[in-house]
């Protein structure tokens, strides 16, 4: 089966690693799978919060989604290597370099390499590409778009960039709005919307603004999202009333929105099918229902990799 | 005294922090001292030997000169920082990525912050500047050029990079002839001319070929050195016919020259007023006389801080 996941970071990249733990592990009738196990999962990912730092090009989601797919990521932080060290970043902050974002070792690599690839002409999505085969990822893993697309946040204080609202200040800012920089003109990158023609396209429980919105907003991807033939489902990142990470409560409240998931099954009705909801939030099931979603109800909290995998199969058996 | 050093890498190094050591210390006469003696030493180093690695901008000499002035150096190796981790490199070899050339993790935030400056526009002088600051270096440290120069090596295998040649083959290579590329249309970087007319003009024990002749080869350097109206010393860097450091002994005679502080003296001629030789070469002293060449002989090994500043306070009284 071909499957297509839209992701922002860490929800993205741990319902990423279980689709590639339910797809790749050998199933039982094994005569039957794909030949090649490694091309059935597609995973786009948000560049809206890329950013450059000490002139290098930083792609946070990817990252994320790369780390925990080659399973090198922290999983306790959630971002980032596994055994970092910060000698790089002392010895920036020592030559007076501004180190509010924190930078190890072993990720610096990576953004060196992706920063000489893209000063020599190299797409971001090419650049990707050499970075996922070099881990050993075996899903294609695609940047929404290879052209400039950055989500700038207003907010109180003014427009801020991303990574100054979300590191910097610590998403504390309440957000009036958002703007995708650079959107109108962007094109999806080469392959994202034939991916999105898969049997099953999965929107992953990723911040529907930060990560999902930026996503759709790169034209043609919406469009291509509604008239997509496969199976459309997506999993809410509200459960409870609470995001699971980051500050997606705070944004659907401030934004208007109801802060659930019947909340962010209302943003998504009309692009998917069928709607996820956690089991704690059972209640809602009907209310969902009632926008013409089909409604299925499951623990969504995935924890390490075994929750990963098991929602990820619950997923397949949607399509 | 306004004191000028011409240097390149290891020896470069050592003497500028010698004479920085001298000329910084309060002496005896305080009141009598220049109001900065920040400002009393310029180092104008080579740039030859830069590259660019990993999509980042190497300077091997300027950063030895800077780190040996902040004495944060390596003394025992004689290049790098002390204290050095490699984990950004191990990470880029994971990645796939020729590490030959060893890039410590602290090392590399200089070539982080140098390229990000260059490429947002600043002057490799100004980078310079900045980093030098940053460090607390006092003296004044100029690349020979702002502009691309790049020494090329001629050996029985063809043409080579300076840092393949050197660091990549180890300086195996039997070296035929040199080209410096790009120094035609070289411009002397702002202030390397001006230095030129300090009191004291002193040639650094470094690689005559390596080092001195790419600082020469900036048009405008060799006639100001010539019409220098200061006095103008060379250190050999040949001590009993071998070289202190690195492969000036196998270039000199590969290029048909004599390989003694002679052979040296006889390059220099006409360049500069006084050659230092050691006193292990005292015999030769006659023979560099009839040269037209001050002589002056004593104990050029420098060592550790204290055999630097010893031999710095030398030169100064030869001015």
Known sequence: MNVTL???????????????????????NASTQTSSPAQALT?????????ELHGLAISPDI?????????????????????ESYATLSALK?????????????????????TARL???????????HLAASMGVRPRVLPATDDHLATLVD??????????????????DAVLGLHFEGADAARPAP????????????????????????LLAVPGVRQALTDAPGRRVAVSPIVGGQAIKGPAAQILESLGHEVSALGVARIYAGLVDVMVID????????????????VHVTDTIMGGPPGRERLARELLALA
């Open 43 to 51: 995973v786009i990912v948000n560049v809206g919060d890329d950013t």
């Open 119 to 129: 000063r020599r002409g190299d797409p971001l999505s090419a650049v990707t590409a």
């Open 279 to 294: 089991e704690r939030d059972a209640n809602l099931a009907g209310a969902v229902a009632d926008l013409g979603l089909t």
């Open 63 to 83: 990252d994320t989604v790369l780390y925990t797919l080659a399973e090198l990521n922290d999983e306790d932080r959630g971002w980032g290597l596994r055994g």
């Open 94 to 114: 020592d030559l007076g370099e501004d180190t509010w974002f924190t930078l190890g070792d072993r990720d610096l690599a990576t953004h060196i390499v992706r």
């Open 6 to 28: 839209l992701a922002g970071g860490v929800g993205g990249a741990r319902l990423a690693h279980g689709l590639d733990l339910a797809l790749g592990a050998a199933p039982a």
């Open 155 to 172: 907010t109180p204080s003014g427009r801020l960039g991303f990574q100054e609202y979300f590191v910097g200040r610590q998403h504390a």
């Open 191 to 214: 392959g994202v919307l034939d991916a999105l023609a898969a049997e099953l396209v999965v929107l992953a429980p990723s911040n529907p603004f930060l990560s999902i919105e930026p």
